[in-house]
Each structure stands twice: as C-alpha cells, then as structure tokens.
C-alpha cells in the first residue's frame, strides 16, 4: 500500500502426497547472488543442443523441487511446472497448464485490476485460453539459478513501480541427509511498490489435484492409487 519495502508471502507444499499450505514468514530472503545462472523469463535459445543417449527435456529447464533421492518436479525457466520424475524410474515432461502461479494488482482504492499467469508458457491445445498468458519476454523479468535456489525475478510489470521476486527451494542441509531429503518445497514471494499509488497485490496458486494421477497418466503393470 503505497511505497513500501516490501510484503512478503511463503508457499510450501509437499511433493508427497502432494499437500499444499500456507506458512507465515519466520526468515529472511536471500539476496539474488551475482554468481547465479541468469536469462529473461522464457528467452528461448536459438539453437539449443540437444542429446541422444540421455533424457533430454529441452533448454528450458530449471531448478528441480525435491529432496535428495525423493523425487523431482521440475519448473522451467519459463515459469510453468513441466518435469516429473517422482516415482524413482520413471519419467514424464509435461506441462500441466492448472499448476501456476498467477498475479492480480488492483491500483489505489477504486483503480483499474490487472490479472495475468506468471509464465510466458500458453498451453498449445488451447487449455484455459479465458487466463491472461503473457508469454512476451521481457529483459526486464529474469531467472536466476545457483543450486538449490532459483528466483523469479519482475521488475517490467503492466503496474509502474512494482516489483515482485519469487525465491524457490527445496531443503539442503550438508551433513544433514534426513531432512534433505524431504520431499518438501518452498516458494518464498516478496512484493515492493516503488510507486507513490496505493498497490493491492494478490498472489494465487493454482494445482490439479494430482492423487493417483501419476499412476494414471504412465500407468504400470502393478501401478495402485
């Protein structure tokens, strides 16, 4: 509401059996390093190698979600969820266009709303064309990388002043292999307005209720739930 430094949001959700919540903020962010990998936000790659003998999923891959040995569900550098790889063995890259996160702003009190999904992805059969996909890529929102973290970062919004940076991380404790490999992960959202209008900003996350859908989707002789 008006300028500010910032409000910040916690989501973290269990990659097993997929349960969701909301958490309330006990730390503080880390700041984005220099070191960290860094692209615009779905900036594709023109001429992208590509392998023979391994999985090769595509250039536009991000940093895993999962523990350690737990599994992994991978979001891609475009910000949609595309990479599954949560039963030991066994491997699918799709993206499921329900699991978003999407961002509504309404400018002072009686102002104009603006709602858009936070991925420059559009489902290609045509899923859910009543959202607002913005799949332009614009140097101003970035990717930054450096394992475990990865962050999601918009400072060229359709609101002036606003900034909006996503921390993603799923627990790495060195010397530590339990909770490292919890199949847990975090999604840490900080929202600035550098603007002097007073800002109403919403976050919402969206997931298809995926129980017994991994069974379903690449189903195995003696595959349950």
Not at 169 to 197: C, D, I, M, T
Request: charged share 20%.
């Amino acid at each position: 509401k008006g300028k500010s430094d910032g409000a910040d949001a916690i989501f973290a959700f269990c990659l097993l059996p997929f349960a969701f919540c909301l958490l309330p903020c006990f730390f503080s962010a880390q700041a984005i390093p220099p070191e960290s990998w860094s692209r615009a936000i779905g900036d594709p790659f023109p001429s992208a190698m590509t392998a023979k003998e391994i999985i090769d999923d595509g250039p536009f891959q991000g940093l895993p979600l999962g523990g350690l040995g737990a599994g992994t569900i991978g979001r891609t550098y475009r910000g949609d969820f595309a990479r599954w790889h949560l039963d030991i063995g066994r491997h699918m890259y799709r993206s499921n266009a329900v699991d978003q996160f999407s961002l509504r702003v309404r400018s002072g009190d009686a102002g104009g709303v603006d709602s858009r999904v936070l991925s420059v992805y559009r489902p290609e059969d045509g899923a859910l064309s009543w959202w607002n996909w913005d799949v332009k890529v614009k140097p101003g929102n970035r990717y930054h990388a450096l394992f475990p973290k990865a962050w999601f970062h918009y400072t060229d919004l359709p609101t002036p002043g606003l900034e909006l940076v996503s921390e993603q991380f799923s627990p790495f404790l060195p010397g530590n292999y339990k909770e490292s490999s919890y199949p847990v992960a975090v999604f840490r959202w900080k929202a600035v307005n550098h603007g002097q209008e007073k800002l109403t900003v919403t976050l919402l996350f969206t997931w298809e209720n995926t129980i017994g859908w991994w069974t379903s989707a690449v189903p195995t002789p003696n595959a349950t739930g």
